[in-house]
């Protein structure tokens, strides 16, 4: 069983940073996907950036060259630098473990934090 326990949320000025933290706890391996995810009211959960083990990354085009995933193997943590915050970035976001099997795949999720850009 996979445990996701995130920090970091809070409420910032528009043009501001924050950093979101995710610890993860259990049987994660090298093939585990670590990642972020954020959800609007009323709306579909979205990808925001993910990150393999073997060092590839990915963002979604609303924040790329704003916000940097990073992830530690070791400490089974993956963090989300968020810089150049904008109002419209305000949400619950979730760190995310997704793990695939042949055929199907899992996902497991944190509580959700909350992020709060005011303008």
């Known amino acids: 069983q996979v445990q996701l326990v995130e920090s970091g949320g809070g409420l910032v000025q528009a043009g501001g940073s924050l950093r979101l933290s995710c610890t993860g706890s259990?049987?994660?391996?090298?093939?585990?996907?670590m990642g972020w995810y954020r959800q609007a009211p009323g709306r579909q959960r979205e990808l925001v950036a993910m990150a393999t083990s073997a060092g590839s990354r990915n963002y979604a085009d609303s924040v790329k060259g704003r916000f940097t995933i990073s992830r530690d193997n070791a400490k089974n943590t993956v963090d989300l630098q968020m810089n150049s915050l904008k109002p419209e970035d305000t949400t619950l976001y979730y760190c995310?473990?997704?793990?695939?099997?042949?055929?199907?795949?899992?996902?497991?999720w944190g509580q959700g934090t909350q992020v709060t850009v005011s303008s």
């Open positions: 995310n473990l997704h793990r695939s099997y042949p055929g199907r795949a899992s996902d497991y």
């Open positions: 259990g049987d994660i391996g090298r093939l585990d996907v």
